[in-house]
């Protein structure tokens, strides 16, 4: 079984991703890829496989994942043939090495956190107390933004490292390394996207720059990215006018435009599908005073 080498959006304001999982089953097929990976399991059982491991999940399981190890949950058959009484959920967070910064590992206080990250190449299942406090904190993280989500993964950071209520999943002689593939496809593709989100970036277009015919890069982009390339392109847009926003004094029809938006009406649809609000209400969230924010936090 070949594993499929996955890439999630991630939007442009945030510095992690944190998405609730939900449907009928998880759709998932066996995967990787490059982000450290924590998955708590809210509704549903089945089976799981990470490496050579395969065991059973049900609710408020727990597992944490390095980059590159392959994984797949499986549900059990009532899930996948529909008959099922409650969906399958899961809150899943995944965040690179880097996402702090090149250097950001270095700084002495997380050689615990450090040594933990080292031991999930083979995955880990987490138990007991350090399980359930996670699991808590996971939950509420879902309605938090900025600072309080940031702090949030710092806390959890905290409770992993510190702990010893956990067990290895894949075995120490798995030795099998997933290579990233497609990394400089990838590249290409999100780096052109990043550069040109401004302008009406065509299929013919985006296609020739991945060097795949029109039919070939839709497959290719879904399957991998987990949305459609138009999908990917609107997130991309909304994050940048989310800077805008945030940064800029210009009225929201100016922001919409400069994001590649050709018309408000879709501008507005799209960053409330997206971020759950309106961007008049980001502008004000944005603007909130970070110094009240921190004192609402202690």
């Known amino acids: ?10 939007e442009f304001d945030k510095s992690f991703i944190v998405f609730e999982e939900k449907g009928k089953f998880f759709p998932c097929p066996w995967h990787y890829h490059p982000e450290y990976e924590l998955v708590l399991v809210t509704q549903s059982t089945g089976v799981r496989m990470v490496g050579d491991h395969i065991g059973c999940f049900e609710e408020n399981d727990l597992v944490f994942m390095g980059p590159v190890l392959p994984h797949l949950w499986i549900n059990d058959p009532e ?5 099922a009484t409650h ?14 910064g090149r250097n950001f590992l270095e700084v002495p206080e997380l050689k615990p956190l ?13 138990k007991g107390i350090t399980r359930d406090t996670i699991n808590s904190l996971m939950k509420r993280m879902l309605a938090m933004n900025g600072i309080q989500r940031l702090a949030a993964l710092f806390t959890i ?12 999943l894949a075995s120490p002689g798995y030795l099998k390394q997933t290579r990233l593939e497609s990394t400089d496809r990838f590249t290409k593709v999100t780096d052109y996207i990043k550069g040109h989100f401004d302008d009406d970036i065509t299929l013919k277009e985006i296609a020739a720059i991945a060097n795949m015919a029109v039919s070939t890069f839709c497959n290719f982009f879904k399957e991998h990215y987990r949305v459609t390339f138009v999908e990917y392109l609107n997130i991309v847009r909304v994050g940048n006018a989310c ?12 922001i919409a435009y400069k994001c590649g938006f050709n018309n ?14 309106t961007p008049s209400e980001y502008r ?15």
């Open 1 to 10: 079984m070949k594993a499929v080498e996955y890439r999630l959006p991630q």
């Open 79 to 83: 899930y996948i043939n529909g008959h």
């Open 87 to 100: 969906a399958a959920e899961a809150i899943v967070i995944h965040f690179k090495e880097d996402f702090l």
């Open 114 to 126: 450090r040594n933990f990250l080292n031991l999930s190449k083979h995955g880990m299942v987490i």
């Open 157 to 168: 950071f905290d409770l992993l490292s510190s702990s010893s209520a956990y067990e290895l």
């Open 243 to 254: 800077k805008f926003l945030s940064e800029r004094n210009e009225h929201v029809v100016e």
């Open 264 to 277: 408000l009406a879709n501008f507005n649809r799209q960053f409330k599908k997206i971020k759950k609000m």
């Open 284 to 298: 004000r969230t944005s603007n909130v005073n970070v110094p009240e924010l921190l004192s609402a936090l202690i």
